[in-house]
């Protein structure tokens, strides 16, 4: 694994590196706000997507990469997001089509910019639909705007008991509902099998595994 550093608008990213053997396809992966890149359900993820010759890039933000643990506001995380696809568009990741997604807050930045990363699809793992209400506080706005204004293909990975909520499944949106919490801990098996399910149909038969001996 290669880990670049990307200079973004908003300080130093860091994007880790796994290229697949004779690639079709990229699949860029952001962290959830207060952990990593290591999160059990992006390496998960991460290996099916392998499996699948889709070479994957685990992005971490700037705020991660300088120590901080809380999230930047939500515009600087978007610019950052955009410079670090962008440069890697351009250089490491050539004439691949690109799928992008990530967990929690990540799975929010890559709806958010999904026009301007030319996306052919976004993959969301616990997108957190509502905030958990806090005694006495109001209920907060839901997020699925954000779901709801991406134009292609997204997949949803929720566990069953996530205190943000199940987004509800759309024409061009696919919820599939697994063992857990918005952790995604449970069943791991689960979420890299519809992570898996979904890349196939969204690449065609290019995006299938390879067989032993092929």
Not at 9 to 21: I, M
Not at 36 to 49: I, N, S
Not at 140 to 151: F, G, H, I, K, Y
Not at 189 to 197: F, L
Request: proline content about 9%; some cysteine; aromatic content about 2%.
């Amino acid at each position: 694994m290669a880990v670049l550093s990307i200079e973004t608008p908003h300080g130093r990213a860091h994007a880790h590196v796994r290229v697949a053997e004779r690639p079709r396809a990229a699949l860029l992966l952001g962290h959830g706000a207060g952990g990593g890149v290591e999160a059990p359900d992006l390496t998960a993820v991460a290996a099916v997507a392998l499996a699948h010759r889709i070479t994957v890039v685990l992005v971490e933000q700037p705020y991660r990469v300088a120590g901080r643990r809380s999230p930047a506001p939500a515009r600087q995380l978007d610019k950052a997001w955009i410079a670090v696809v962008e440069q890697l568009a351009g250089a490491q990741l050539p004439d691949l089509p690109l799928i992008t997604g990530g967990r929690s807050a990540g799975a929010r930045v890559a709806c958010r910019t999904a026009r301007d990363t030319g996306a052919m699809g976004v993959l969301c793992l616990a997108f957190p639909l509502r905030p958990p209400r806090r005694s006495g506080a109001p209920v907060a706005e839901s997020r699925l705007p954000e779901l709801d204004d991406v134009r292609v293909p997204v997949l949803v990975v929720q566990g069953e008991r996530d205190r943000f909520g199940i987004p509800p499944a759309a024409p061009t949106r696919a919820v599939v509902r697994v063992a857990g919490d918005h952790g995604l801990k449970t069943d791991l098996d689960a979420v890299a099998g519809a992570a898996g399910s979904w890349l196939t149909k969204l690449l065609g038969a290019a995006g299938r595994p390879e067989q032993p001996g092929a």
